[in-house]
């Protein structure tokens, strides 16, 4: 059976800032989706990290109709007239064409879709990430996909050994999707040219070499700018369909114990590390730190079992205390080199206005002659 797995994730409003969304909110998306189980959609899951909710909807039919992608921003709409009239911050920032609180309004929800006949054995994971960008995928799927030391079957299993292909997209190339298909491992050090830079380059796809068929879809998308402010680059969600032909679950979930620095955190303007976090946990420090949730699941006939969370287990413990204090360590730096992001990639455009104004105060000392 075909199916097709859509991953979206929004910032409709939350509580306390950006946090998280409140219950009533949660409960006004699941009550529209619910709506709809067994007409547009067969099944689906929700869950928040940070700020965002995420929806996980399966359906059968066109993969390229956007009946059900339309569906689920009306439950995110529902949930953010839910947003407004609580007065939450940020109500249906990603939703509504005006901004409501005085948030900077994002750029829509971001969006993660696949499309496949069903293994006998279908199993995938969602990963819905907080304070960051696509971009923060860049190195755990680099080395659950590309790397032997992380992902040992590339070696030890025939249908990985020929590789997989990466596409990845140059997200702040204006005009139109600017992307490049890259095979590892031939390509393995030109993937790490461009995938070091997760504020340039992300992965939209990963498909196997061996069957040709797609094991990674990823929220990406071009950044827009407006009055000199860069939008639509937080928040993303990954589909990673996983075991078989692909990485296992546990070669995908590894990479992230590296809590590796990427860019964003608070007010998407710095660089911290990437926190593993359960489902359904909020933000806190510096609006962050920014934050990876999982949820596994397995799917039959359209049909998903009760996800269950990875990162809702004792080894992660000791992985968020690390993470802890690596953020502790980068933030004693306050606004100081690496940081805060550079200029060309702040996402809040004050900055600029403090440049422009000190512009006129630079004095060009020439050299007397000789």
Known sequence: MQTTIVAMRADIGSIGGHLQPSQQVVAAVREALDAQRGQLIADFDLHFTG??????????????????????????????????????????????????SGAS????????????QERSNEAF???????????????????AFADPMHCSGLILSPRMRRGFRFEI?????????????????????????????DERFAIRSVHSRTSEEQSVAVSTTRLHYVAGIMLGRD???????????????????????????????????????LMPVR????????????????????????????????FDHPFWDQVRARATSKTLDIRQQGFFGTAMQPFETLSYGGIMGILKELDERFVIEKPFPS
């Not at 990963?127 to 860049?138: E, L, R, T, Y």
């Not at 909020?282 to 397995?298: K, Q, R």
């Not at 006939?301 to 990875?310: C, K, R, S, V």
């Open 279 to 310: 489902r359904n946990s909020g933000v806190s420090y510096f609006d962050g730190p920014p934050s990876v949730s999982c949820a596994a699941y397995c799917v039959r006939d359209g049909h998903l079992t009760e996800a269950i969370d990875p």
């Open 235 to 273: 928040d993303p969600v990954a589909i990673v369909r996983v075991q078989d032909a692909f990485p296992a679950a546990g070669e995908v979930l590894a990479p992230f114990a590296l809590c590796a620095h990427v860019s964003g955190f608070q007010r998407g303007s710095h660089h911290g590390p």
């Open 51 to 100: 700020d965002d909710i995420t929806a996980v909807c399966t359906c059968q039919g066109d993969p390229g109709q956007t009946a059900v992608q339309d569906m689920i921003w009306e439950a995110f709409a529902q949930g953010a007239r839910v947003a407004v009239e609580q007065g939450l911050y940020g109500a249906g920032q990603d939703i509504f064409d005006k901004g409501i």
């Open 169 to 197: 997209m140059d997200v702040v190339y204006r005009e139109y999707d600017r992307v490049i298909t890259l095979e590892a491992p031939e390509d393995l050090y030109n993937l790490a040219a461009l995938l070091r830079d």
């Open 125 to 143: 994971l969602v990963f819905s990430i907080d304070k960051s960008v696509p971009g923060a995928f860049n190195l755990p799927f680099y080395q």
């Open 105 to 116: 309004k994002g750029f829509g929800p971001s969006l993660a879709q696949i499309t496949f």
